[in-house]
């Protein structure tokens, strides 16, 4: 019977959990590696174009997952939905502070998805018209004033979605070691 059990065990809640956890961390994970990798491998703006199709399927994908992954720890732990004056508090429980690991990688992925994301794009693809209406990259010698402020909003944006994914994944790494102990 416990190998039945054993067996069964990713087809139960708990399972779905602990497999949608992984999901949510591995899909980070390979985001990250796989940019690199096809940044070095491909020509900028071919590179840039495949990213502004496969990033706002990332981000949602994360985004859902995760709020998938929340609305799973709300249902193991319900006293977290009701007043913050009956226990468990977020703030004093083990399960609070999970919630709150999940929390933080579900906020920022939120933010890339609706806003940091789209906007980063858009101006992406301001910067590769610029550049052919100069008929130079972004970054040669002698660019005009109107690219370095695309180039520098470009920078800011990108650095701050990098940022936003970076916690997003310290969430769900955080959550695994969390459950771990």
């Given amino acids: ?7 069964l065990a990713p087809f139960t809640l708990k399972g779905f959990y602990l497999i949608t956890w992984g999901t949510a961390l591995g899909a980070n994970v390979w985001n990250t590696i796989s940019g690199f990798r096809t940044y070095k491998t491909l020509p900028r703006q071919t590179f840039g174009t495949l990213q502004s199709r496969l990033t706002p399927l990332y981000f949602t994908f994360s985004t859902l997952s995760t ?3 929340l609305l799973t720890h709300l249902y193991f732990h319900p006293g977290l939905i009701s007043s913050p004056r009956v226990e468990p508090h977020w703030a004093t429980s083990e399960a609070g502070h999970q919630g709150f690991l999940i929390l933080a990688a579900l906020i920022p992925q939120v933010l890339n998805l609706l806003v940091v994301g789209p906007w980063t794009s858009e101006v992406m693809f301001q910067r590769h018209r610029q550049e052919r209406v ?3 990259e972004y970054d040669e010698a002698g660019v005009s004033e109107e690219m370095e402020k695309i180039n520098k909003k470009f920078s800011i944006l990108h650095g701050i979605g990098s940022a936003l994914n970076t ?3 310290l969430g769900l790494a955080g959550l695994g070691l969390a459950v771990s102990m």
Wanted: charged share 10%; aromatic share 12%; proline share 0%.
């Fill in 1 to 7: 019977m416990a190998v039945f059990q054993s067996a």
């Fill in 67 to 69: 709020a998938t992954l």
């Fill in 134 to 136: 100069e008929s130079k």
């Fill in 167 to 169: 916690v997003s994944f």
